[in-house]
């Protein structure tokens, strides 16, 4: 029913607050979907966290165990046996390798990312004909596969007398990369370009737009492809298999290889040696990504709001 009040106008009734326990009636059914949600949710990750941890586990775990129990899927040995890493350093050069695998992905990484960063800026900035068909033909070298090109590099690099040196490792990238072009020139294109503009009117010229302005801006982008990169060579065996033959230039892959090749040679292979030394050689790789991880993470954040 409807009151009058003092002016003549009616006033509709306010309904009665609902009662407590019909809300919680009504939250329980959601509730419960948010709970079995978010637990199926953590059961996924989990499943996924174990299997992503597994092989690692059983490398350390491989690593650790005598000749005979290598292979029998234990996660942890009955019997440790740390003289595997000191025989690893008997088997080889292993810091050397090392040392040499940590020269050549460094300069790598960094002659990519800069290589990389200045083609991208020039998509991203100038404005010129026949700008998009380039681009289009910088994506289409992703689609030439390595072993097209492997032999007329190589050519190359014999003429230039640089095969069984390190260079051939590395110095390709000083021609940047078309992956990594895409994925910044798309970082670039996010960056107002009032920046610019405020910048050329203050006398800035086009390499300080570049390394003034540019660079500084886009630091996620050039850590996403600086770890790439470095990890990408760290891996690479290829490459080594290719142009190396002196034991003193070899990477760490390259001396994985010639260890397990001697074991075919002497007719024993000793595979918990093998085990040891891979593990060595992926050290390195989990120490740079743990120290890195928070600014990896913000990279590829940052680079998917952009693009």
């Given at each position: 029913?409807?009151?009058?009040?003092?002016?003549g106008l009616p006033s509709i009734e306010t309904p009665p607050p609902p009662d407590a326990s019909d809300l919680e009636v009504r939250r329980r059914p959601q509730r419960r979907?948010?709970?079995?949600?978010?637990?199926?949710?953590?059961?996924?990750?989990?499943?996924?966290?174990?299997?992503?941890?597994?092989?690692?586990?059983?490398?350390?775990?491989?690593?650790?165990?005598?000749?005979?129990?290598?292979?029998?899927?234990?996660?942890?040995?009955?019997?440790?046996?740390?003289?595997?890493?000191?025989?690893?350093?008997?088997?080889?050069?292993?810091?050397?390798?090392?040392?040499?695998?940590?020269?050549?992905?460094?300069?790598?990484?960094?002659?990519?990312?800069?290589?990389?960063?200045?083609?991208?800026?020039?998509?991203?900035?100038?404005?010129?004909?026949?700008?998009?068909?380039?681009?289009?033909?910088?994506?289409?070298?992703?689609?030439?596969?390595?072993?097209?090109?492997?032999?007329?590099?190589?050519?190359?690099?014999?003429?230039?007398?640089?095969?069984?040196?390190?260079?051939?490792?590395?110095?390709?990238?000083?021609?940047?990369?078309?992956?990594?072009?895409?994925?910044?020139?798309?970082?670039?294109?996010?960056?107002?370009?009032e920046l610019f503009q405020a910048a050329r009117i203050d006398g800035c010229s086009n390499v300080g737009l570049f390394w003034r302005i540019a660079l500084p801006l886009c630091r996620p982008a050039l850590i996403?492809?600086?770890?790439?990169?470095?990890?990408?060579?760290?891996?690479?065996?290829?490459?080594?298999?290719?142009?190396?033959?002196?034991?003193?230039?070899?990477?760490?892959?390259?001396?994985?290889?010639?260890?397990?090749?001697?074991?075919?040679?002497?007719?024993?292979?000793?595979?918990?040696?093998?085990?040891?030394?891979?593990?060595?050689?992926?050290?390195?790789?989990?120490?740079?990504?743990?120290?890195?991880?928070?600014?990896?993470?913000?990279?590829?954040?940052?680079?998917?709001?952009?693009?």
């Amino acid at each position: 029913m409807s009151i009058e009040t003092r002016t003549g106008l009616p006033s509709i009734e306010t309904p009665p607050p609902p009662d407590a326990s019909d809300l919680e009636v009504r939250r329980r059914p959601q509730r419960r979907r948010l709970t079995v949600g978010l637990a199926g949710r953590w059961v996924l990750l989990l499943a996924a966290s174990i299997a992503f941890a597994y092989p690692l586990v059983w490398l350390v775990s491989a690593s650790l165990k005598p000749k005979s129990q290598v292979f029998d899927n234990r996660l942890v040995p009955e019997t440790v046996q740390w003289s595997n890493f000191v025989e690893v350093w008997d088997a080889g050069p292993v810091l050397r390798w090392l040392m040499n695998s940590g020269l050549v992905s460094l300069m790598a990484a960094l002659t990519v990312t800069l290589s990389s960063a200045f083609v991208a800026f020039g998509f991203a900035y100038f404005r010129f004909r026949l700008r998009g068909v380039l681009f289009g033909l910088v994506l289409a070298t992703m689609m030439l596969p390595g072993a097209v090109t492997m032999i007329p590099v190589y050519l190359i690099w014999h003429q230039l007398g640089l095969v069984n040196t390190q260079v051939p490792l590395w110095a390709n990238n000083l021609f940047g990369s078309a992956f990594y072009i895409f994925l910044m020139r798309q970082f670039f294109l996010g960056i107002p370009r009032e920046l610019f503009q405020a910048a050329r009117i203050d006398g800035c010229s086009n390499v300080g737009l570049f390394w003034r302005i540019a660079l500084p801006l886009c630091r996620p982008a050039l850590i996403i492809v600086f770890i790439f990169e470095l990890q990408a060579s760290w891996s690479d065996l290829l490459k080594p298999l290719i142009y190396l033959q002196s034991e003193e230039y070899f990477t760490m892959p390259r001396g994985l290889k010639q260890i397990v090749d001697g074991f075919a040679l002497s007719g024993e292979y000793h595979w918990e040696i093998a085990m040891a030394a891979t593990l060595v050689a992926t050290l390195p790789m989990i120490i740079v990504f743990a120290v890195g991880q928070r600014y990896f993470m913000e990279g590829l954040a940052t680079t998917a709001k952009q693009g």
